[in-house]
């Protein structure tokens, strides 16, 4: 693989995006939202893909496409196993071109059962979820090539389908792969992927990580170095991205306290805030909000994605202009 246009677009710089968590009653406003996210600086702005408790992403993005003209687009992540991948190309394709080349695509396996469960698809072992996931991996590049493409597998078949119009962006969007796991998920990234997706929290046992998070999120990036390694690929072809599962800042302690009190008491629509401890929350004023940036920063994140309650513009607003100029990357 050749290092994507988008990767190599940040190399003089640190990247922001951020991931807004749509309440029940705050559809409404998404739009207004996505277009202040754009007027604010951030590289991408992304939409979760849990439609069984949430918005559906898709269409989401869809209307933001049409109200921003910069902002990178996407969901952080898309769930492999929610659609057939030849038809997650076809949306992907169609956003790629209302937005004029702007989709970022981010795939993971997918961990709620009980959404599973809802659109009654099968929930099966992370083993097989993930074989499914390297056959996707190749039907969604395939089905947007220049012929008409065909892929018969144990979990996925196509025949005879090319979507068009294809995507705006050469050689193809950029594909980022959502997930930490050290053996299997970054490996995925090194064999297939233009960008990781990393966190410092472990929060399926309960358990999370150091109270910065840095030595995990290095012990993460050394795995996806020597994955690399291993399958013979250069590292820096690999956009290096941090998640963060819940963001709240404010000017003073006070503030902060009477926000994060108000946000607690209106249970998140992100089942990845619900299942996380809070202890794994960033939550805090500018300053100590930089500083543990800034200590994930130096492993060599290179692009932050931070998930913010979509009414929470105060945070929006502080995360661009107090905090994103004073954290330094490589």
């Known amino acids: 693989m050749a290092r994507h246009p988008w990767v190599a677009a940040g190399d003089d710089r640190l990247r922001w995006g951020v991931q807004l968590v749509v309440g029940a009653d705050a559809l409404g406003s998404l739009v207004d939202t996505g277009r202040m996210v754009e007027d604010l600086g951030y590289d991408g702005l992304f939409i979760f893909d849990h439609p069984a ?47 004029g080349g702007r989709l970022v695509l981010v795939l993971g396996i997918g961990w709620l059962a ?77 064999k297939y992927a233009d960008a990781c997706n990393v966190s410092n929290t472990v929060s399926i046992d309960g358990k999370v990580g150091d109270g910065g998070g840095a030595t995990l999120v290095k012990q993460r990036l050394d795995a996806l170095h020597r994955h690399c390694d291993d399958l013979d690929r250069p590292y820096d072809e690999v956009l290096r991205t941090h998640f963060t599962i819940k963001l709240a800042i404010a000017r003073t302690e006070a503030d902060l306290a009477e926000k994060v009190e108000r946000q607690a008491a209106r249970p998140s629509t992100s089942p990845g805030t619900r299942r ?37 513009h105060e945070t929006l607003e502080l995360l661009a202009t107090e905090v994103m100029p004073r954290v330094d990357g490589r």
């Open 276 to 312: 996380t401890l809070p202890s794994a929350f960033v939550t805090g004023t500018p300053d100590l909000v930089v500083a543990h940036y800034q200590a994930i920063a130096d492993t060599g994140i290179q692009y932050f994605i931070a998930q913010v309650e979509s009414t929470d």
């Open 53 to 99: 408790i949430h918005a559906d992403p898709w269409v989401c993005l869809s209307a933001l496409a049409a109200a921003t003209t910069r902002v990178r687009l996407g969901s952080a992540v898309n769930c492999i196993g929610y659609r057939h991948p030849a038809y997650l190309a076809r949306l992907a394709a169609d956003l790629d071109n209302l937005s």
């Open 114 to 190: 009980p959404e599973f469960a809802a659109f009654d698809i099968p929930f099966k072992s992370a083993k097989e979820r993930f074989a499914a996931f390297a056959e996707a991996l190749a039907i969604i590049p395939g089905v947007w090539g220049p012929e008409r493409f065909s892929y018969e597998g144990e979990h996925y078949r196509v025949a005879e389908l090319r979507i068009q119009p294809p995507p705006v962006q050469q050689p193809r969007p950029p594909v980022m792969i959502g997930g930490s796991g050290e053996h299997v998920t970054l490996r995925f990234v090194a």
